[in-house]
């Protein structure tokens, strides 16, 4: 792990159209952490997701889980990760999900003062970024004010679901949870990546609630951890 000073300087074009599974893994650079939530160094999505013998739980590092509503009908944009996605292929999950990266611009690295406030732009940035990516959304139908922070969320867990009991891959994140509502999904233009994203559904909580029930369907650890908490809690 890097862990000389963190520069939150924008330095680097990001063309994920230009990359491979194998390049993101290689080539971006998360932002890993202390148990506080503290940046304190980098590394490369490869070695920040690895489970082994030296670390068991991977590397702590910064993540985030969009969720995109539909206000008119109440339904949730869900993803189905592509088949070809090194982690976790193949499960439904919410709409958006990955890094903050070292050296984008506009920068995508937080600051405790960041998080104090609420503002998170750092995070909402590669949501942008990603969404484009992942989905085809054009970054001006996402205007940043619309983003909510709901929490943070730091989980670990291994890939199980797709790579077995004894996965070399898994996930150990302090998650930053964003809802971003749309009056009607017609709003959205959405064209899925076809190296990112297999299928994507409008779903409502009932549909929703039977998909998680069918034994056929995989889904992300950390989808099932916020829907239960945030999503299908009526407290």
């Known amino acids: 792990m890097t862990t000389s000073s963190i520069s939150t300087d924008a330095t680097t074009k990001w063309d994920g159209n230009a990359m491979s599974q194998l390049d993101f893994m290689e080539k971006d650079t998360v932002l890993v952490l202390d148990n506080k939530d503290n940046v304190i160094g980098s590394e490369s999505k490869r070695a920040s997701h690895e489970f082994n013998a030296k670390q068991p739980r991977a590397v702590l590092h910064r993540a985030f889980s969009v969720f995109i509503f539909d206000e008119s009908t109440g339904e949730l944009l869900l993803q189905q990760r592509a088949s070809s996605k ?52 054009p970054a001006d139908q ?47 233009t959405i064209r899925p990546h076809p190296d990112e994203v297999d299928d994507v559904k409008w779903v409502t909580k009932s549909k929703l609630v039977s998909m998680m029930n069918d034994p056929k369907l995989l889904f992300s650890p950390w989808f099932r951890i916020i829907v239960t908490k945030w999503a299908l809690n009526d407290g």
């Open 86 to 137: 090194i982690t976790f292929p193949s499960v439904w999950t919410n709409t958006c999900c990955s890094h903050p990266l070292h050296g984008m611009s506009p920068s995508e690295v937080d600051t405790p003062e960041d998080v104090a406030n609420g503002t998170v732009n750092g995070v909402k940035y590669a949501a942008i970024r990603k969404l484009d990516h992942e989905l085809g959304i």
């Open 142 to 188: 996402l205007p940043i004010e619309k983003f909510k922070f709901l929490a943070r969320l730091h989980y670990w867990a291994a890939d199980t679901v797709t790579h077995g009991p004894k996965s070399p891959w898994g996930e150990h994140e302090i998650d930053y949870v964003l809802f971003f509502t749309v009056p009607t999904k017609d709003a959205l």
